[in-house]
């Protein structure tokens, strides 16, 4: 009775390909295809795949950290947190996922680990997100110059908006140190 019961069990934790959602369904085809020999079709399967992920996926950053050189999507070089000085370019790699079509509004702000805001931009320019395949490989590049503040621990936090009509707003808080 108990071999029985916990093949039940088991039997109920399994998905199934009935029970998997799109994205799960398309992997398991792209899979299924890359079995046959159908290297096309798979990759097919697999964009369809990520248009299903892409359909569900909440606003969010997938990265976010300070560069000292963006060349593209996943090519940047990342930047230690400091130290930074008044004056230094400070540039941000951010990778947003859910936001296909929208047009983002960047903010940035220095704050002590209090919160007191020491620094913001709020008047950086919109960031317009690619739709369909192209949004696979979006990437966010910001710059801005480093006002003159105390030496000292900060943190920078970028804020990503997608607009009211949307209500989403997504934030990444990179730890930043100022020497003199």
């Known amino acids: 009775m108990r071999g029985s019961l916990a093949a039940v069990l088991i039997a109920m934790l399994v998905p199934t390909a009935a029970s998997a959602g799109p994205i799960a369904e398309r992997a398991a085809e792209a899979e299924a295809k890359l079995a046959a020999g159908d290297a096309a079709g798979a990759a097919a399967a697999l964009d369809a795949a990520y248009d299903a992920f892409a359909a569900a996926a909440p ?3 997938k990265t976010a950290a300070f560069a000292s050189r ?4 996943g090519l940047y ?6 130290p930074f000085r008044a004056g230094d370019t400070v540039t941000i790699y951010a990778e947003p ?10 903010t940035i702000e220095i704050r002590d680990a209090r919160g007191l805001i020491y620094a913001k931009a709020t ?6 997100a690619p739709a369909g395949a192209a949004s696979r490989l979006f990437h966010i590049a910001l710059a801005f110059t480093l006002p003159t503040l105390r030496p000292g621990d900060y943190e920078l936090v970028l804020t990503l908006d997608a607009g009211e009509a ?9 730890p930043m140190a100022v020497a003199p």
């Open 70 to 73: 963006i060349d593209g999507y």
């Open 59 to 61: 606003f969010a950053l």
């Open 123 to 128: 008047d950086l320019p919109p960031i317009a």
């Open 97 to 106: 996922l859910g936001v296909a079509g929208s047009t983002l509004a960047p």
């Open 77 to 82: 070089t990342p930047r230690a947190a400091g």
């Open 166 to 174: 949307q209500g989403r707003t997504v934030t990444a808080t990179l």
